[in-house]
């Protein structure tokens, strides 16, 4: 069964083509990774399965038995597809705990009603959505820090802030773009031990975007390739890394000097 499946799905900006017949299929409970040099089209393609574009008459994008191409951006977070950012997009004028606590609109339990007239569900709602967030906060080991402003954060922990916040919508795919950038040699590390523990506690499907080779090679279970918008690899992390096309397209020399 797949998570997600991606069939013939072009996207054209003007005259050019940013992704270009692209198809794929993450298998449910996997670690998916989608590599490429820059320009390749990977953002692009998260953008088309989570709304933010839509994709070209022709191909199709599926959760499971949901057609994502056929919702709006808040329809697909509701079915359960959630996202981090190549940028980091955290409001610094709210705490950390509050960072998190924005992306829990979708999962109230009580209407505008209650919350207007601070009903004894409204509060028990917040208490719980609260409780929810700090607990994340603890899995990221951000808690101690829930009262801090974001910006206070190292990078790797805003990295890490922005998975937390993502999860509070409790997503059956997870969509990592770029999670350890700006992240040391340790911390990278300890970010392939959160993410295998995210899919497994919470029995997530992850689709991952990164440069960084470490995280891509050490946690993903299958890779697709990417290079101008178009497939030119799949399979296993040591099946791609041998792949010529990929050695010459993307990871270049030092892939070869390896073998």
């Not at 069939?7 to 005259?15: A, I, L, P, Y």
């Not at 949901?66 to 997009?89: M, S, W, Y």
Request: include cysteine; charge should be negative.
């Amino acid at each position: 069964m797949s998570a997600l499946e991606l069939s013939h799905v072009s996207k054209t900006f003007g005259g050019l083509s940013a992704v270009k017949d692209v198809s794929f299929r993450v298998p449910a409970g996997s670690i998916f990774g989608v590599i490429g040099p820059n320009g390749a089209g990977k953002t692009t393609v998260f953008n088309l399965v989570t709304g933010v574009y839509r994709a070209d008459p022709g191909g199709s994008l599926r959760m499971g038995d949901v057609d994502l191409g056929a919702k709006k951006p808040a329809e697909i977070a509701a079915a359960g597809v959630a996202r981090t950012f190549q940028n980091i997009r955290l409001f610094a004028k709210l705490s950390v705990l509050e960072n998190v606590l924005v992306a829990c609109e979708t999962k109230r339990a009580t209407g505008l009603l209650s919350a207007a007239l601070r009903t004894a569900g409204f509060l028990d709602d917040e208490a719980a959505l609260r409780e929810r967030a700090l607990e994340l906060l603890r899995v990221f080991d951000l808690h101690a820090l829930a009262d801090h402003a974001p910006t206070s954060l190292s990078y790797g922990n805003q990295r890490r802030l922005e998975i937390a916040r993502a999860m509070m919508l409790r997503p059956r795919v997870l969509l990592l773009d770029e999670p350890a950038a700006g992240m040391n040699y340790g911390e990278a590390e300890g970010l392939e031990a959160q993410i295998r523990w995210l899919r497994d506690e919470f029995e997530l499907t992850v689709v991952l975007v990164e440069h960084n080779m470490q995280v891509v090679m050490g946690v993903c279970e299958r890779i697709h390739v990417l290079d101008h918008g178009e497939s030119i690899a799949e399979g296993t992390p040591d099946e791609v890394r041998r792949d010529p096309s990929v050695i010459a397209a993307y990871l270049g020399d030092e892939a070869a000097e390896d073998e």
